[in-house]
């Protein structure tokens, strides 16, 4: 009798770990942000096409296919480069904390969804930065692409240097890092 009682127990106890495998299976598989690594020199053509490294392609796998969203940068001048599946993850959190039925916050989404373009590679490996983009980043030849935790940036090289000179002392870099890193 005790046998089978244990047994019993034991059966129960593997469904509800089987189920929590489950659950945490799922869980691991929905999306996550991609963290690409990597700083690029690159020359945009006078079409406007970069080639995209070969190590973030690496680095993206299938993702590749799936195409990438450009906007102007938010906080800097230059291009934000998404994945489609990050820009998806973006938009996702945007529809969770914002509401279309409150005017400031419909606006907010209007806004930083604007400009924003869906774009493919080419059969070469190329991105199409479209005009208007290139011009509002100050895009000419000379080009960087980096990476951002969650986003690639497309600079000007010079804009860029200068950027990582001017807009945070090593001393705010340091404090910034030993406030929010532990």
Excluded at 39 to 55: F, I, Q, T, W
Excluded at 98 to 103: A, D, E, L, Y
Excluded at 152 to 163: C, P, R, V
């Amino acid at each position: 009798m005790l046998k089978t009682h244990n047994k019993k127990i034991v059966s129960e106890n593997v469904k509800k770990w089987e189920k929590v495998y489950i659950f945490a299976a799922e869980k691991s598989t929905k999306r996550k942000m991609s963290y690409l690594v990597g700083h690029y020199n690159c020359k945009l053509d006078a079409k406007g096409r970069v080639l995209v490294p070969s190590e973030f392609k690496e680095q993206l796998g299938e993702q590749v296919e799936e195409g990438f969203v450009l906007r102007p940068g938010l906080h800097a001048h230059c291009i934000e480069l998404y994945t489609k599946k990050d820009w998806d993850e973006v938009q996702d959190q945007l529809r969770s904390k914002f509401s279309q039925f409150n005017k400031k916050q419909e606006a907010a989404m209007r806004k930083y969804n604007a400009g924003a373009r869906f774009v493919k590679l080419d059969g070469s490996g190329r991105l199409l930065i479209t005009k208007d983009l290139a011009e509002k980043a100050s895009l000419v030849k000379d080009i960087v692409i980096t990476s951002v935790t969650t986003k690639m940036e497309i600079w000007d090289k010079n804009l860029y240097e200068q950027s990582l000179n001017e807009d945070l002392s090593d001393e705010e870099f340091f404090d910034l890092l030993s406030e929010n890193i532990n």
